[in-house]
Each structure stands twice: as C-alpha cells, then as structure tokens.
C-alpha cells in the first residue's frame, strides 16, 4: 500500500544543508529564527498540500466523497484558503472558526457546523452564513435550531450526531465514539429525534447521520466498524420512517507519526478500507450516499514545526538534565495536558553527534511543563535552536496566555519564502481587553 505523509515525523523537504543547518522548503531554520524571533509556530505549504492531494487520490475511487478538514486542529485564514484551493470544505466547531473562513473567502455551502453546546448566537451566525450542514448534537438543539430556523425564515440541512459504540484505543480524552460519551445521540436516542423532526421540526431537513471515533487512531478497523454500523442505522432509520437519507459523515482521527514509536497508517490503507466497507454495504443494501471525512490532525500536523531558543540548562545532581525554552505549555498544551511525546532536533547542529540526554522543560511556571522528557540531543547549549516536529495541528489552536506570555507568530514558508501568516502577539494586545473601572481611582 502506498505510504502517506502522515507516515512521517518530519516535513516533506526537512533536509540539512551546506551550512550544516536543518532547512525546510528552502528556508533555513536559523534564519527563520532570527528573522522572526522565537518561538515561531512555521508551517511548510508544500507539505500541507502534498497530505491534502494525497487524501484527494485516496478516495478518489469512491466520488461520492466529500472531504471536510477539521478547524479546530489549525485555524487561520492563511491556512483555510490553501485548504479551499485544495478542494477541502471546512468542519467547524465555533461561531470564530466559521467567522475566520469566512473571513478567508470560503464558500459557505462546503461548511460543516459542529459542536456539543452550540450557542443560540453561534446557531443564528450559521444560518445567516448559510452553512451547508449542521451536526445537531441533542435535542435542545433540535428544538433550539428549528425555533431559530422558523425566526429567520430558513430551512437548515441537518446530520444527526451520534454516538455509534465503537472503542478505539488512544488516549481517554480523545476518545469519542464509546458509548459513555459526552457527544452525541445515543443509538437509543435517534429514533425519538427522528420523529420529533418529522412530526413537530418543520424548518429540519435531515440528510444523514454523522459520528466521530477518536483522535491519533492507528487502527484500521474501527473505520469498517463505523461504515458498517452507520450505514445499518440508516438503512434502518429510512424503511421504519420512510426517508431517504443519503448522508453518512464519518469523522476524523487518522494518526499521524509523533515518535519513532509511532506507526500510523497511511491515508491510502485507510481509504481502501472504507471504500470496500462501503461497496460491501452499497450491494447489499443498494444506497450510494455521499460520505463526508473530517481529518484534522492527520492534515496539519506533519507540515508544521515549532522553533525555540535553548536559555538556561540545570543538572540535577545524580538526576536529569534540563534544558530550558522559551516557550512550552501554552503554545504546546499537549505534553501536559495528555502525556503526548514529541520529537526534536538542534537546528544549527543536527548532525553533530547526539551525545547527551535531556529534558526538555518550558517556561511556564508548573512543574508539568516539560515539552519532551529524555530526548538524547549533540550537547544544547544556550542560544541554540531547537525544532520541535509535528506540530502543526492542536499547538497554535491550543494556544493560550498562561502566564500573561504573548503568542507566538506563525510564518508560512514555500521554496525559500516565508510571511507571516499570523502576527505575534504584543504586549498591548495583551491588554486590549483589559478596563479600569473609575472608582478604582487613578492610581
Ligand atoms: C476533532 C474532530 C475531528 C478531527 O479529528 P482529528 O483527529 O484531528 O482528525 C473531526 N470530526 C469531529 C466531529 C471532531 O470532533
């Protein structure tokens, strides 16, 4: 089977070049660095559209298939206008991620509004936008979004969320799809919604249902499970309530390569098995529906790195060395929040020899901001560069102010060009929303 990007730790064009640095697209990390400070979220174009042409040629056998990218792994206007040049529509899961793609001039109608608790105003900013699909999540939403729909004049297409009962074994908190979840109809749910919506939601139009497994998943046949069971509920749903739903969104979560230890699947591995689930499903029971796919991470992730300047180390006696950034967990949440493992190399010095094992700790004040623990480097010294892969999805969407620390700036780069495709933080964006009420006086 043919192999995919998100096999690999690094990006497409990672190479070391005559100055002994590590270069990505022509860019010299270093360079980057000092052009642009650190830490600097950098992500390589050429990499990002490779993984989104790849996707496109895996389920390019099954033409009823509708690739969405999912928002909340990376969202900015820069990156959502290469995913549209690429033929992705966009799953969003807020009203400021359907704002920014918006703002990035994408077509509204390949829009996916998904989310737990949708708000009344994130709700009314769908319609007025004119989503394409919106996931309805339980049934306050149901009544919520008809009673909204009614108010505007508008009819909203629908999916039914639900939860299918399918455990995939990642981390706890990215799993989705078991049966004790907190998103979604239940399988014992659906059939009152439905009637709920044929008999009293007259501004619902439903398609199709929709679910989502988990994040990081290397297994491939949780993905026949979810076909198989999704497609038995619609066929279901359709002769007991004679419909003729014909929309089935399978979600997201392929994995991508974070360590050597990592062993994801490639997209064409997943997409064949999908397919064939779906032909299987499509003989016997004789619908061809649309499927939607939502990958997020398995996009992103692989074409983005992160640069950070080494400050102070610190040897623990008989203990650990460690090495000190200048950033952590809250451009990179991740390490803290769910033990994720990272990988890393010395930019101005990646071939010298790899004799000293470090960890390496962030900057913020908790004792669990550590970004990666023993990772053995040529010897960090202060000043040095160090490029954290793979972190191209949930870092800067992730991002936050801990520690009252700006955010850092995020550059696109291709063929020896970089721009800034988000702007870093100051220190009065910092207090832009800050007020003093007059009684507190003036000093
Ligand atoms: C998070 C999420 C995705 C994307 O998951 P990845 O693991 O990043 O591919 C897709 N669909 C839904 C509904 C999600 O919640």
């Given at each position: 089977m043919k192999n995919s990007a998100n096999q690999n730790i690094k990006p497409l064009t990672t190479r070391v070049n005559e100055r002994g640095n590590l270069e990505i697209s022509g860019c010299d990390l270093t360079e980057l660095a000092e052009k642009f400070s650190t830490p600097l979220y950098v992500v390589d174009e050429n990499t990002l559209r490779t993984i989104c042409r790849e996707y496109k040629e895996a389920f390019?056998?099954?033409?009823n298939t509708r690739l969405l990218f999912a928002s909340k792994s990376l969202c900015t206007m820069a990156t959502s206008r290469i995913l549209a040049q690429e033929g992705f529509g966009f799953d969003v899961v807020s009203d400021g991620e359907m704002f920014t793609v918006h703002k990035a001039g994408?077509?509204?109608?390949?829009v996916l509004f998904n989310g737990s608790n949708k708000g009344i105003d994130e709700l009314n900013l769908a319609l007025e936008l004119g989503v394409g699909r919106i996931s309805v999540d339980n049934f306050l939403e149901l009544s919520l979004l008809n009673e909204l729909a009614q108010k505007s004049g508008k009819t909203a297409d629908i999916l039914l969320r639900i939860t299918p009962g399918i455990e995939c074994h990642t981390h706890e908190y990215i799993q989705t799809g078991h049966l004790d979840s907190k998103f979604g109809f239940d399988l014992t749910q659906i059939d009152s919604a439905i009637e709920l919506i044929q008999d009293e939601y007259k501004k619902l139009n439903l398609k199709g249902l929709h679910a989502h497994i988990g994040s990081q998943i290397f297994e491939t046949k949780v993905y026949k499970d979810e076909v198989d069971i999704l497609f038995a509920q619609m066929v279901r749903i359709n002769e007991k309530f004679g419909l003729n739903l014909d929309e089935l969104n399978l979600g997201g979560g392929l994995g991508v390569k974070y360590t050597n230890v990592d062993h994801p699947p490639s997209t064409f591995e997943i997409a064949d098995i999908i397919i064939n689930a779906l032909e299987e499903n499509i003989k016997k029971y004789g619908i061809k529906p649309v499927i939607y796919l939502e990958p997020g991470r398995s996009i992103v992730c692989t074409a983005g790195v992160t640069l950070y300047t080494i400050g102070s180390s610190k040897q623990v006696p008989h203990g650990t060395k460690y090495i000190a950034i200048d950033g952590g967990m809250a451009d990179n949440p991740r390490p803290s929040m769910y033990q994720a493992e990272y990988f890393a190399q010395i930019a101005n010095k990646p071939e010298k020899p790899a004799d000293e094992t470090v960890t390496v700790a962030g900057r913020y004040c908790e004792s669990g901001d550590i970004l990666i623990k023993n990772i053995t480097l040529p010897t960090p010294e202060e000043g040095d560069i160090l490029c954290v892969y793979?972190?191209?999805?949930y870092n800067y969407s992730m991002s936050s102010n801990y520690n009252r620390v700006t955010k850092p700036a995020m550059v696109l780069i291709n063929e020896g060009c970089a721009d800034i495709i988000v702007e870093r933080e100051t220190l009065e964006d910092l207090t832009r929303n800050d007020k003093l009420p007059q009684r507190l006086g003036e000093k």
């Open positions: 390019a056998p099954y033409p994408v077509d509204m109608k390949t793979n972190t191209g999805a």
